[in-house]
């Protein structure tokens, strides 16, 4: 089945500098990737998604990018703001009603 | 905004116990799933649900647990006889006719 990594675990950055997290899966045919952000004590929400006919989508200071050779796609976040901390947590899943596979989750922590 | 919401928000078993966790997925969809996330470690899919039947399960959704949508709001998860490992977060989603899975809040459960 799937396997989604993603790196790093952690990651700690000044209020508005950019953040990127990264994340590789294994398998081909997976077509579609979600970008979920939880806060602490929340349920997960979803930030962006893209599909694998796209190479990168942009919604304000959030963008995802996808290299479908490489099998990796990433999270950029630019002018970070401290309501920005949080996990976040990739996917990804072939498009449909089928499971998402996901990644480990990145803690952002943005220092005012 | 409709939201996926989740009871209890946690739950104290002994080991042996049945529990039945629920949630109420959003109204229109047609979509359901359970994950759960050990602490520390994934999201994992557990099974997903459509037309009142299962349509996948996982390796980790054995013959212990079962899902049921008992009526037109409810979806539950039962676990027949809990063991200490399955202490966990456990989120319910929903997905109506886009790709979004939407997620709940999360039930804690502790096995002791």
């Known amino acids: 089945g799937e396997n989604v990594e993603q790196h790093p675990s952690t990651l700690s950055v000044q209020e508005g500098d950019s953040a990127v997290i990264k994340c590789t899966y294994s398998d081909s045919a997976s077509n579609y990737f979600p970008w979920y952000k939880q806060e602490l004590g929340k349920r997960p929400q979803l930030i962006i998604d893209?599909?694998?006919?796209?190479g990168e989508k942009k919604d304000q200071r959030i963008a995802v990018t996808l290299n479908k050779t490489a099998k990796h796609f990433s999270l950029h976040i630019t002018e970070t703001q401290p309501e920005d901390s949080a996990v976040y947590f990739c996917a990804a899943t072939i498009y449909g009603n089928n499971r998402l596979a996901f990644g480990k989750g990145n803690q952002v922590v943005v220092i005012p | 905004e409709p939201e996926v919401t989740q009871t209890p928000s946690h739950q104290v078993t002994q080991m042996g116990q049945e529990v039945i966790l629920r949630c109420v997925p959003i109204s229109n969809h047609l979509y359901f799933y359970w994950y759960r996330q050990i602490l520390g470690q994934k999201v994992e899919f557990l099974v997903s649900?459509?037309?009142?039947?299962?349509?996948?399960k996982s390796e980790i959704f054995d013959d212990q647990f079962s899902v049921e949508r008992p009526d037109g709001s409810n979806f539950t998860l039962k676990i027949r006889s809990t063991k200490l490992e399955d202490s966990a977060m456990y989120f319910c989603?929903?997905?109506?006719?886009?790709?979004?899975?939407?997620f709940g809040p999360g039930t804690r459960l502790t096995v002791l």
């Open positions: 989603a929903s997905k109506g006719g886009t790709d979004t899975q939407y």
């Open positions: 649900f459509y037309n009142n039947e299962i349509s996948e």
């Open positions: 893209i599909r694998s006919n796209v």
